[in-house]
């Protein structure tokens, strides 16, 4: 008889998640697994769900086609649980050098879906068997995780840019920051540095609870206020009347999509 | 009429309002708290250190902009799946009332309610 090993609770949620997942996809019924086939995506969350379980559930190499209406949009190869490569189908074949790590290689195949998904059709996946010949993923791939991160980054930049042009018209003044020390502003000298100064110090004045997307309103002089966005590694501040407040906030739970089912969710 | 009451009070009084709690805005804890849904502590923490980093900008602001509200009594934060409302006491330091709601027309009803709920607390109610 073998060995029994005591079972221990798992620490890291998100392991003991993925694994919950696993689970469940091992004990489903193959009608189910036939149906997830037929999923399609419209959008970058849905596109990073059906791409995360097929390369999740990849060991050996295999490649895959990313279709519309039959047509082929792109081809995937994934193996050992990574997304190896990734090539539109529109795009010339060039020499391009291979990406030199991972998060390099998520980025680069983060921009092509993006594109694939801004074409705005519904995309479905297409297995092609086995990966052959070249296309086994040699070169730096990326994990599930960090293609979804990468496609993150790319929504939130579109995500405040969203909210700054909807509101850059009635703004008294703005502050625009990305990551990595980029600043825009435009506005009254005084007002811009005050705001700049608060959007320096956004990591621990505007993003409590990680990186996930807020808004704050504070008061300002003279029945202003200011409306402070920030999402992953970007921070937009804009001052407003406060007349214009109510009109800039429903810009901005359009923009997250702040509804009645997300709500519930 | 108890503390934990009149935030049961407050939350059922106004539409949408699902959490209302009365907290110390020193230590980031949440002291008393009525929630129409189990609320686990991780999220009461999150909501408070969201109130500390909003009323710390608040402050900063009020620091370098002349002509700004000396202390800012209330602050807003909206995330994706909430509007939250952060109300501190005038007259007692660090006392703070939190309230979620899930619409913007509630913030008015929210801030009043609070600020009256600060008051009474103020007063050793």
């Known amino acids: 008889m073998g060995r029994m090993i005591a079972a221990r609770r798992m620490q890291d949620c998100d392991t ?13 019924h193959a009608a189910a697994l036939l149906a997830e086939r037929d999923e399609t995506a419209s959008d970058s969350a849905s596109l990073m769900r059906l791409l995360t379980r097929e390369i999740d559930d990849a060991v050996l190499p295999r490649s895959l086609a990313l279709m519309v209406q039959g047509q082929e949009q792109a081809r995937l190869t994934i193996s050992n649980r990574r997304l190896a490569a990734l090539d539109l189908a529109d795009a010339a074949q060039t020499d391009a050098p291979q990406p030199p790590d991972s998060e390099t290689a998520a980025q680069m195949h983060a921009e092509r879906l993006k594109r694939l998904v801004g074409r705005g059709h519904d995309l479905s996946l297409r297995p092609l068997g086995p990966a052959t010949g070249t296309n086994r993923g040699g070169a730096a791939s990326c994990s599930a995780r960090q293609l979804a991160a990468a496609l993150l980054a790319l929504d939130t930049e579109r995500r405040l840019e969203c909210v700054f042009r909807a509101l850059r018209a009635s703004a008294l003044a703005w502050v625009m920051c990305r990551g990595e020390g980029e600043t825009r502003a435009e506005g009254p000298e005084d007002l811009v540095a005050c ?4 959007a320096e110090n956004h990591a621990s004045h505007c993003q409590v609870g990680g990186k996930a997307p807020r808004c704050t309103i504070l008061s300002l002089p003279k029945a202003s206020r200011l409306l402070i966005a920030a999402d992953g590694d970007g921070c937009l501040l804009v001052a407003l009347h406060k007349a214009d407040l109510a009109q800039a906030m429903q810009v901005w ?6 509804t009645d089912s997300a709500r519930r969710a | 009429m108890s503390l934990s009451e009149r935030l049961d009070a407050m939350r059922s009084d106004i539409a949408g309002c699902s959490l209302v709690s009365f907290g110390d805005l020193q230590t980031a804890l949440a002291l008393r708290t009525s929630s129409a849904a189990p609320c686990p502590r991780e999220q009461l923490d999150e909501i408070f250190a969201q ?4 009323f710390a900008a608040a402050d900063r602001l009020a ?4 002509g700004a509200e000396a202390r800012a009594e209330d602050t807003l934060v909206m995330t994706p799946r909430d509007l939250r409302v952060f109300v501190r006491s005038q007259s007692n330091g660090a006392d703070v009332i939190c309230a979620l709601g899930d619409s913007p027309e509630a913030v008015p009803a929210m801030i009043a309610s609070a600020r009256e709920l600060l008051r009474i607390a103020a007063r050793g109610g």
Request: hydrophobic residues 45%; charged residues 25%.
């Open chain 1, 253 to 258: 739970r359009d923009v997250y999509g702040q």
């Open chain 2, 63 to 66: 620091q370098d902009m002349a």
């Open chain 1, 16 to 28: 003991a998640g993925r694994l919950r997942q696993k689970l469940v996809r091992l004990s489903a």
């Open chain 2, 51 to 54: 109130a500390v980093a909003s």
């Open chain 1, 195 to 198: 705001m700049t100064g608060l």
